[in-house]
């Protein structure tokens, strides 16, 4: 049995984050993944906020030198012409106004990479297959059925949608979204705007709020398209993927114009019941982190920021448990990543029921509400001095009923 001080499950954002850290701090680190990177996963679009964590952890360099996409901001649109266009940099005087839109398999492998780089021990096609959590540790299987065992001091499941220890552990709990599917593909040779807004996502209102869609620009000119909406909405077409994804994206006026010359350059693919929760953060020897903990909505590209956010402060107070300082994980990690979370539930909530749809375009909204609004779509959604992060329901509602 190999001894470590930090075992990570899943090598994704959560994972490499948390690694890098964690290396940097002088511990040893094992991280395993049961693919061969690159590998696809979706989540193509990043928040202001994945910047400066990844900058905090020395990796933002990698990232900046690769030739992505830069993302400075996100369209709203409707079929209805509503259009409103937020620059991420009119945020709350936070540093970072822009991000990237990335392919995964580049982007992951980039972090995981420059982890290994950094020290960290990396194995792929290995997967984790049991964990003993009173005696931490854990037994993975590489490709050829050969089992290994590893005893840690902490175990950190980065596992993503592989829920690894929520699995092991029984510790899934129920959603509080409903049941909605994602189809997706990618797309050549689409129309781009030519302004300032050329980068930017632009998320899709389709009909009355039935469903919405998004477009992600790269820089190697494709575009990702997905289609988000209830699994009740998608059943009553009646139309398997590829063809609810061609008939929705060509049957609504914005992307039929935008798509007119594209060919897809993938298959389509989808998710179902993506949203997830956990009954807890941690225990005495682990720790859940991004997509392996609780998972909302993509609408607002939540995703990796939470991923980074929650690999980071897990490092950080790994770090200092093992160095012999006092950690409270309860209020450090889980009581602190919960609020995060939080605030995009309302935010995820605010936009299926409509609310926020009103508020973001109306032409009444002062730059002061939009300015926080940017604010926590960048993903700065622990900033105490923004009222729609503090009371983030009620802010939302007093906006909604003035602005009507
Ligand atoms: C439809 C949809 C669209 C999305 N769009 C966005 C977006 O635009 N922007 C955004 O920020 N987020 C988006 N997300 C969310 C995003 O996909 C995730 O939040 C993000 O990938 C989480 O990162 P992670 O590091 O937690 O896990 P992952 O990136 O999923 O990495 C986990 C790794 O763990 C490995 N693993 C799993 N099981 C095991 C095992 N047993 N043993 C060893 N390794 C294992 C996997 O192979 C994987 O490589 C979207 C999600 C959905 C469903």
Request: proline share 2%; hydrophobic share 40%; net charge negative.
């Amino acid at each position: 049995m190999e001894l470590v001080d930090i075992f990570i499950i899943g090598a994704g954002p959560a994972g490499s984050i948390s690694a890098a850290k964690l290396v940097q701090e002088g511990f040893s680190v094992k991280v395993v993944d049961r693919l061969k990177f690159p590998r696809f996963v979706i989540g193509e679009s990043l928040l202001p906020r994945c910047n400066e964590l990844l900058d905090d952890a020395n990796m933002l360099e990698c990232i900046q030198k690769a030739d992505f996409q830069l993302k400075g901001g996100a369209i709203f649109e409707s079929e209805y012409d509503d259009y409103t266009a937020l620059d991420f940099s009119k945020n709350m005087g936070q540093k970072w106004g822009s991000s990237f839109q990335v392919k995964r398999e580049k982007f992951d492998k980039l972090l995981i990479d420059d982890a290994q780089t950094k020290g960290c021990d990396v194995e792929y096609e290995t997967e984790v297959i049991a964990y003993d959590e009173n005696e931490n540790i854990i037994t993975v299987k590489n490709l050829d059925g050969r089992e290994k065992r590893y005893k840690a001091k902490k175990v950190l499941d980065a596992s993503g949608y592989g829920r690894v220890l929520p699995r092991l552990l029984n510790l899934e709990a129920e959603s509080s979204l409903a049941l909605r599917r994602a189809v997706f593909a990618r797309v050549d040779n689409d129309v781009r705007p030519t302004d300032e807004t050329n980068g930017y996502i632009i998320i899709s209102v389709v009909g009355n709020n039935d469903a919405w869609m998004w477009n992600i620009p790269f820089s190697d000119g494709t575009t990702s398209v997905g289609i988000v909406c209830t699994e009740k909405y998608f059943n009553s077409f009646g139309m398997s993927d590829e063809e609810f994804w061609e008939h929705t994206v060509y049957a609504y006026p914005p992307t039929a114009k935008r798509y007119k010359n594209s060919k897809r350059t993938v298959d389509v693919g989808s998710i179902v019941g993506y949203s997830s929760a956990v009954t807890k953060l941690f225990a005495q020897n682990y720790i859940l982190t991004g997509n392996a903990s609780e998972f909302l909505d993509p609408v607002f590209s939540s995703g990796v920021t939470l991923a980074l956010e929650s690999g980071s402060k897990a490092a950080e107070l790994v770090a200092r448990e093992l160095k012999g300082e006092a950690v409270d994980y309860q209020v450090e990690y889980e009581d602190y990543m919960m609020m995060g979370i939080n605030v995009f539930r309302d935010y995820v909530d605010a936009w299926y029921d409509g609310t926020l749809q009103t508020i973001i375009f109306s032409d009444k909204a002062n730059a002061g509400i939009t300015k926080k609004i940017v604010s926590i779509l960048s993903g700065y959604v622990w900033d105490e001095k923004n009222s729609f992060v503090t009371s983030s329901r009620l802010a939302l509602k007093t906006t909604y009923e003035i602005l009507k």
